[in-house]
Protein backbone atom coordinates (compact mmCIF):
# COMPACT_ATOMS: atom_id res chain seq x y z
CA UNK A 1 0.00 0.00 0.00
CA UNK A 2 1.02 3.28 -0.83
CA UNK A 3 2.34 5.96 1.38
CA UNK A 4 -0.47 7.83 0.44
CA UNK A 5 -3.23 5.42 0.73
CA UNK A 6 -2.19 4.75 3.84
CA UNK A 7 -2.68 8.19 4.91
CA UNK A 8 -6.09 8.75 3.47
CA UNK A 9 -7.25 5.04 4.87
CA UNK A 10 -6.10 6.40 8.62
CA UNK A 11 -7.49 10.08 7.80
CA UNK A 12 -10.96 8.48 7.05
CA UNK A 13 -10.44 6.47 10.15
CA UNK A 14 -9.81 9.53 12.19
CA UNK A 15 -12.84 11.16 11.20
CA UNK A 16 -15.22 8.14 11.81
CA UNK A 17 -14.08 7.66 15.25
CA UNK A 18 -14.17 11.81 15.73
CA UNK A 19 -17.99 11.37 14.89
CA UNK A 20 -18.53 8.37 17.41
CA UNK A 21 -16.50 10.75 19.99
CA UNK A 22 -19.05 13.65 19.36
CA UNK A 23 -21.97 11.33 19.45
CA UNK A 24 -20.64 10.19 22.96
CA UNK A 25 -20.23 13.29 24.17
CA UNK A 26 -24.21 14.12 23.33
CA UNK A 27 -25.49 11.33 25.46
CA UNK A 28 -27.27 11.05 28.04
CA UNK A 29 -26.14 7.90 29.51
CA UNK A 30 -22.77 8.96 29.72
CA UNK A 31 -23.07 11.69 31.19
CA UNK A 32 -24.91 9.94 34.18
CA UNK A 33 -22.25 7.41 34.58
CA UNK A 34 -19.23 10.25 34.55
CA UNK A 35 -20.96 11.81 37.26
CA UNK A 36 -22.16 8.41 39.00
CA UNK A 37 -18.05 7.48 38.49
CA UNK A 38 -16.91 10.47 40.38
CA UNK A 39 -19.23 10.67 43.26
CA UNK A 40 -18.17 7.09 44.01
CA UNK A 41 -14.43 8.37 43.69
CA UNK A 42 -14.68 11.26 45.98
CA UNK A 43 -16.42 8.59 48.16
CA UNK A 44 -13.72 6.03 48.34
CA UNK A 45 -11.41 8.46 48.78
CA UNK A 46 -13.00 10.39 51.56
CA UNK A 47 -13.09 6.74 53.98
CA UNK A 48 -10.09 5.66 52.59
CA UNK A 49 -11.36 3.00 50.54
CA UNK A 50 -10.60 0.98 47.02
CA UNK A 51 -12.47 -0.67 45.08
CA UNK A 52 -10.68 -3.78 45.89
CA UNK A 53 -12.15 -2.89 49.63
CA UNK A 54 -15.81 -1.93 48.34
CA UNK A 55 -15.74 -5.46 46.55
CA UNK A 56 -14.42 -7.24 49.33
CA UNK A 57 -17.42 -5.94 51.50
CA UNK A 58 -19.99 -6.65 48.94
CA UNK A 59 -19.08 -9.93 47.59
CA UNK A 60 -16.38 -11.59 49.94
CA UNK A 61 -16.77 -15.40 47.95
CA UNK A 62 -15.40 -13.54 44.78
CA UNK A 63 -11.87 -13.13 46.23
CA UNK A 64 -9.64 -15.98 47.08
CA UNK A 65 -7.20 -16.19 50.16
CA UNK A 66 -4.37 -13.16 48.84
CA UNK A 67 -7.38 -10.46 47.46
CA UNK A 68 -6.36 -11.08 44.32
CA UNK A 69 -8.30 -12.89 41.66
CA UNK A 70 -12.19 -15.17 41.91
CA UNK A 71 -11.04 -18.73 43.02
CA UNK A 72 -11.74 -20.61 40.17
CA UNK A 73 -14.80 -22.98 40.62
CA UNK A 74 -14.56 -26.78 40.40
CA UNK A 75 -16.30 -28.86 38.18
CA UNK A 76 -17.30 -32.15 39.05
CA UNK A 77 -16.90 -34.21 36.12
CA UNK A 78 -19.82 -37.19 35.86
CA UNK A 79 -18.18 -40.49 36.57
CA UNK A 80 -17.29 -43.09 33.23
CA UNK A 81 -19.54 -45.23 31.78
CA UNK A 82 -18.15 -49.51 32.08
CA UNK A 83 -17.49 -50.53 28.53
CA UNK A 84 -18.08 -54.14 27.58
CA UNK A 85 -16.17 -55.38 24.31
CA UNK A 86 -16.67 -59.15 23.27
CA UNK A 87 -14.27 -61.05 21.17
CA UNK A 88 -16.34 -62.34 18.56
CA UNK A 89 -12.99 -65.02 17.77
CA UNK A 90 -12.47 -66.05 21.29
CA UNK A 91 -15.81 -65.20 22.80
CA UNK A 92 -13.61 -63.19 25.59
CA UNK A 93 -15.05 -60.21 27.59
CA UNK A 94 -13.65 -56.65 28.81
CA UNK A 95 -14.71 -54.54 30.77
CA UNK A 96 -13.45 -51.07 31.09
CA UNK A 97 -14.14 -47.53 31.94
CA UNK A 98 -11.14 -46.39 29.74
CA UNK A 99 -9.39 -47.24 26.50
CA UNK A 100 -6.10 -47.73 29.05
CA UNK A 101 -6.80 -51.51 29.33
CA UNK A 102 -3.43 -53.76 28.42
CA UNK A 103 -5.89 -56.62 26.58
CA UNK A 104 -8.11 -53.83 24.74
CA UNK A 105 -4.84 -52.47 23.28
CA UNK A 106 -3.49 -55.98 22.02
CA UNK A 107 -7.08 -55.87 20.37
CA UNK A 108 -6.53 -52.66 18.65
CA UNK A 109 -3.41 -53.38 17.72
CA UNK A 110 -3.97 -56.74 16.03
CA UNK A 111 -7.87 -56.13 14.72
CA UNK A 112 -7.86 -52.07 14.05
CA UNK A 113 -9.46 -49.87 16.83
CA UNK A 114 -12.40 -49.70 14.29
CA UNK A 115 -12.94 -53.30 13.96
CA UNK A 116 -12.72 -53.49 17.96
CA UNK A 117 -15.58 -50.29 19.06
CA UNK A 118 -17.54 -52.47 16.94
CA UNK A 119 -17.20 -55.35 18.90
CA UNK A 120 -18.69 -52.84 22.01
CA UNK A 121 -21.68 -54.71 23.66
CA UNK A 122 -24.91 -51.99 24.05
Given at each position: MSKLAEFRQLE???????????????????????????????????????????????????????????????ATRRERVVKVYKNPHTGETIETKGGNHRQLKEWKSEFGADTVESWLSK
Open positions: KHLAEQMAQLEALKGDAGLAEEIKFEEKLRNLLGEYGKSLRDVIAILDPASLNRKGAAPAPIK
